[in-house]
């Protein structure tokens, strides 16, 4: 979680829940309030006919909040974004979803044009403003940097056509995943209602096409190299990665090309072969895609990615040989405003949906079974205690198999893991399918590029056979030492590895759900 996303949590924390009341300041205890966003007019200066259509603006910029701006009561604005719906107000008055916007040059206040489908037609003079009484207006403005909008009982978007919950759409470009909903309508209620951009079906980003690589000059090592792509959602889920692409002719650098947009994807990951590596060898071009490598989302800053549409040039080796592309893809396709009532974090942190496949049998071997991602900085703070909850399956475990479950980071998945806490189960002869599950209980105990953690278990784990529980086996985390060091200023890849502790079958093991939460 970033910075001012936690800062403001503290901040509700030390103020308390804002009373219920009609907020007038554009920004009030740390929040950006949706009502003063939408507290804005323009007129068209065009006529148009019903239709696709584009309508020209009389201003770009618009002030949010009410009052004189040199006496702190607002701000200048842009609010014209496809993810923001306006209103036309004039005798056919409608909201309508933008489908494209222009702006002006840097310093221009006019020229601005917005582009929708409209029901009707128009003249010249109608009054546009808000289609989501600022809500879209207040997330958009605040995307920078996460935080929280704050909606009451003044929150009226206009035609009353938007809403939260049912009924709830967005254009394009959705929601931006680090800004949640302080909702505070419900007076008579014992707390605000939160809304958070999640997960809201189970169905997973298809893995995308193999991409086309062109070669450039650069200083990879010369050879001839090969190329995948993964799609990342709104929250930092990675799909799966696409087949590999032709192989180059002996080159320096590449230009990989972006894949095709889809439902869900708000930017790509790519990935690359060593010099003359073969199918399958690709690890991500650079631990933490950056601006060298490609135009980086804005549409999530879990794990920066690539923009869609945007291609990535590679010419500076990637940081490792150790081939390892995601193998659990955790991206989803489909995401709404879900309400929570508690502040929840900017990410997906429950993968309660059995998205994950079983890995081949081990035997005195180790596989990832389920993967996810955090923020950087999430776990950098000295003290703070966070349950990571597990339920796993397996078909048959044989005479004498001991299961272990490990919890492993790195910055960069698959490239030298620390293994942060782990449970081995005493052996445990399982004929038929059984179950296994427990919450791993890390504390951060050193902060920084050299973080470490210390690990517990909350409550015993669990191991037993589906059909006759009481024969299962219970253990939970002995270690008496800090983790190594893994360095906690970075975004992280998570990952739950089911390993046989000897050379005894353990068939079928799956991941069923996975889930994170912060205790203090």
Known sequence: MNKAFRLIIGLFALTGTLAFAQLTAFQTGGRAVASQYGNWQRRTTNAIASGAQTIQLDQCFVEAGAGNQSAGGGKNIVPWATNAPIAIIDSNSEVVAVTA?????????????????????????????????????????????????????SWAPALGTFGLGSGFTLGATGWPANVVVEDLRNAAGPRPTYWSWKPSAVTLISAPSAPTVNVTTGSLSSGQYRAMVAYVDCAGGVSAASTDSSQTASTTGLVITSPAATTGACGYLPYITAAGGGTGTEILAKAAIDSTICTLSTQETVVPACAIGANATITAANPSSTAKPMVEPNAFSTFALQPFGVVPEPFTTTYTFGIFTATATLNSSNADAAQFQVPAGFFNRLGATYDVCVKGATATQVASSLLNVNLTMSTQYGQSPVTVSSVAFPTNTQASAGTFGGCFQIQTSTTGSSGKFWAASDGAWQNGINTANTAGVTQEDVTAAQSSAIDLTKQLWVAVNLQAANANNITGPIINSVSIRQIN
């Open 101 to 153: 916007v222009s702006l002006p040059s840097a310093g221009s206040s006019t020229g601005c044009s917005v582009t929708a489908t409209f029901s009707s037609a128009h003249g010249a003079g109608a009054t546009v403003m808000s289609g989501s009484d600022g809500l879209m207006e207040a997330a958009n403005d605040i995307s920078g940097t996460g935080g929280l909008v704050t909606i009451d009982t």
